[in-house]
């Protein structure tokens, strides 16, 4: 189903649009598993490195106009330049260094991320997925082998991004199709568990005009998409609940943005939520940045969009530029092509990608703050000197505001190609490409500490570090890149994961995956149980949630009426107790490794109560020969909590004695006549009731 629509404008300085176009996927399959999949054979990946050699994308997007630079350049060095390397070597470093895949394909559009035990890279027009220590597991395959048979499935056409939906805990994969064919298509795939190597549900939607470099980002109620579609067509939102739910028709609404900046090629990207998401009914939001030298503003600035969609009725959703953030004025022009940064031996030089927000534009929800991280290349000194001028903002209860920002240039080396990231920790994280006259194309990153963050100072303190050293020059072409990705590992909040290219030789380029961190993950410990309303004979499995690798645990349960199951004592990882008496009980855990303990205490976490049963019903007398003028005590022996009970005495010739009765828990009684006697009680709760009868039980005599 399409349904197109027109925009309503509420005023000419701040428009707010109604959707565009109205859709549902027109195809929808499930695949997998992932890992039955057969990888590429040599011969398939030479000749798929034939074909991609061939490939010349967005050719038509190589001019790029500055159209007031002249009254707008700046009148020296860019006013954030951190010109100094930082010096805080930090404790740790790297973890994980490894080669991925390789690809002829200019550009390769190299991008991957982590999840909890996988780590899946994407490059045009190829998938591999990992182990956390690089083991393959799966691939390198052709990425259409996600949406064959769905319309537009089979052209392998690329532009792949990856994510991780962090609170669903399923991967995100998507491609476009109609490079070079109609109509246009985006082709998106959900994982179904947290193991990419498993089974996905994919599907095909059709495209308002061609997606190029599309971005996605995960929100709560959408996965939201900005492409440089050149007719501007270029905002979307796809319904995620119905994603997750493996339905065969989830929506898709569009919006055409009348606030592109007029820079030519341009993505304005979604905002992606990392961790905590942002406080419900929190609309999506997409970010970019607006040189004053393309006009659309007096000041360098971020714009910021929200898109507030309503799935129950998607015509009512809307999209609007919020904001027009001012920014340290900078310099993007590296010039009219895209010969921007240079190389060691040759004249060849490489694209800046230098007109918009590099991927990803990160958001944080820490509670007590709201911060977005993001990044750019930029021109520090009016020389094609290439720096990464980064961002964060900070929400201060009703707008949006730069908290911090530099440009990182800390020598005469260009750096760019640049991803962000913040970890749990509020530690800052950059990977970017370093290159020069004197320096071939290398992977690099640097950071921002803890401490450096909490004042705010717009320096990344951290020292450059290098993941690879280049040792050759791309001859091949200006394409370099197009995009990276810097993750955080969902397991810890902590540590950093970063791919980009380098090159192998002229044409073929290679990849990287490396994992790092500034200093050890801090031991916070935290705990769960299975059932915190147990019975007193229910099994309670108790979970360790510390972070930062814990290696000795002890646990204390107040009161200690508790009992240990199986093979559980209070010092295991992970221990199984019963509460055997009711009431309230508090749970203290105390973690701890090489680097320091943590206590966490949870007062009356667990609310044990008395299971309920049926009674089981038993008596006694204290004389079964009594004489006729005897008085014969009766006591109940009921298990399980009896509230009533029943006597009979067969003869019936007794008389309840010293005030008791038949409904008396422990009646007294005189046998009135000599004989055998057989005695019934029955003896009931709210659960049920239950007789215990004793035939002859009673020899009365004279």
């Known amino acids: 189903m399409v349904l197109m629509l027109s925009a309503i404008s509420l005023n000419a300085q701040d428009e707010t649009e109604s959707p565009e176009m109205i859709a549902t996927a027109v195809g929808h399959k499930v695949i997998g598993p992932i890992r039955d999949f057969p990888a590429l054979s040599p011969a398939q990946l030479e000749a798929l490195a034939e074909e991609e050699a061939k490939v010349k994308r967005n050719q038509d997007l190589k001019i790029r106009n500055f159209p007031f630079y002249e009254q707008n350049k700046l009148d020296g060095p860019d006013p954030a330049w951190q010109s100094e390397m930082g010096k805080n070597k930090g404790s740790k470093g790297i973890l994980q260094n490894w080669s991925g895949q390789s690809t002829y394909s200019n550009p390769p559009d190299d991008n991957g991320t982590t999840g909890p035990n996988h ?20 691939g390198p395959t052709n990425l259409n082998v996600f949406f064959s048979g ?16 962090e609170q669903a805990q399923r991967w995100l994969m998507a491609e476009f199709s109609g490079a070079w064919s109609n109509p246009d298509y985006m082709l998106i795939a959900i994982s179904q568990t ?13 495209m308002n005009g061609f997606p190029d470099y599309m971005k996605f980002g995960v929100w709560r109620d959408g996965y939201y998409m900005g492409t440089n579609t050149y007719s501007g067509s270029d905002i979307y939102v796809f319904e995620r609940d119905e994603m997750l739910a493996g339905g065969s028709s989830p929506q898709m609404v569009q919006f055409n943005n009348p606030y592109r900046p007029n820079s030519g090629f341009h993505c304005v990207l979604p905002i992606d939520n990392d961790g905590t998401f942002a406080p419900s009914g929190t609309p999506g939001m997409f970010l970019t940045i607006n040189d004053n030298a393309w006009g659309g503003s007096t000041s360098d600035q971020l714009w910021l969009f929200e898109l507030d969609v309503d799935w129950t009725t998607p015509s009512s959703s809307t999209f609007s530029r919020v904001q027009q953030i001012d920014v340290a004025s900078f310099d993007s022009n590296f010039g009219s092509t895209w010969e921007n940064i240079k190389q060691p031996g040759t004249g060849q030089k490489l694209d800046a990608i230098n007109q918009i927000l590099m991927h990803r534009v990160q958001y944080r929800n820490f509670g007590s703050s709201q911060t977005i991280v993001c990044n750019h290349s930029v021109d520090v000194d009016a020389t094609d000197h290439a720096g990464v001028r980064w961002y964060e903002l900070e929400h201060n209860g009703t707008d949006w505001e730069v908290r911090q920002h530099g440009t990182y240039a800390p020598d005469d080396d260009s750096r760019w190609m640049g991803s962000i990231a913040m970890n749990g920790s509020h530690e800052i994280a950059v990977g970017y490409s370093v290159s020069s006259n004197t320096t071939y194309p290398s992977i690099r990153y640097a950071g921002q500490s803890a401490a450096e963050n909490a004042t705010a100072s717009g320096i990344l303190d951290i020292a450059e570090e290098s993941i690879y050293a280049g040792t050759s020059s791309q001859t091949s072409s200006e394409r370099w890149g197009d995009y990276s990705n810097l993750s955080v590992d969902p397991g810890d909040d902590h540590t950093f994961w970063f791919t980009t290219q380098y090159n192998i030789s002229s044409s073929n380029k290679g990849t990287k995956v490396a994992s790092f961190e500034f200093a050890p993950a801090t031991l916070v410990a935290n705990f769960e149980a299975d059932n915190t309303t147990p019975s007193t004979v229910d099994t309670v499995n108790f979970t360790d949630l510390t972070t930062a690798g814990p290696d000795t645990w002890l646990w204390t349960f107040t009161p200690n009426t508790v009992t240990h199951l199986f093979w559980s004592n209070n010092t295991i990882e992970n221990p199984i107790v019963r509460f055997d008496a009711p009431g309230l009980y508090t749970v203290e855990l105390t973690a701890s490794n090489a680097g320091g303990s943590h206590t966490v205490t ?16 038993d008596f006694e007398a204290d004389n079964t020969n009594p004489g006729l003028t005897d008085v014969v005590q009766f006591t109940d022996l009921t298990v399980n909590d009896p509230t009533s009970w029943s006597w009979f005495f067969s003869p019936t010739t007794v008389t309840y004695m010293n005030g008791s009765t038949a409904a008396s828990q422990n009646p007294e009684v005189r046998f009135d006549a000599a004989g055998l006697y057989t005695v019934t009680l029955i003896s009931t709760n709210s659960i049920g009731s239950d007789d215990e009868v004793k035939v002859d039980y009673i020899d009365a005599t004279d």
């Open 194 to 206: 947290d193991d990419p190597t498993g089974s996905w549900d994919a599907w095909s939607f059709v």
């Open 119 to 138: 780590y899946m890279q994407t490059i045009n027009s190829k998938y591999t997925i990992y182990n956390k220590t690089g083991s393959l597991l799966a």
């Open 150 to 165: 769905l319309p537009g499935g089979n052209n392998n056409d690329g532009d792949p991004v990856v994510l991780f939906d």
């Open 602 to 617: 949870k007062l009356d976490y667990i609310d044990a109560t008395v299971v309920m049963l049926a009674p089981v019903a």
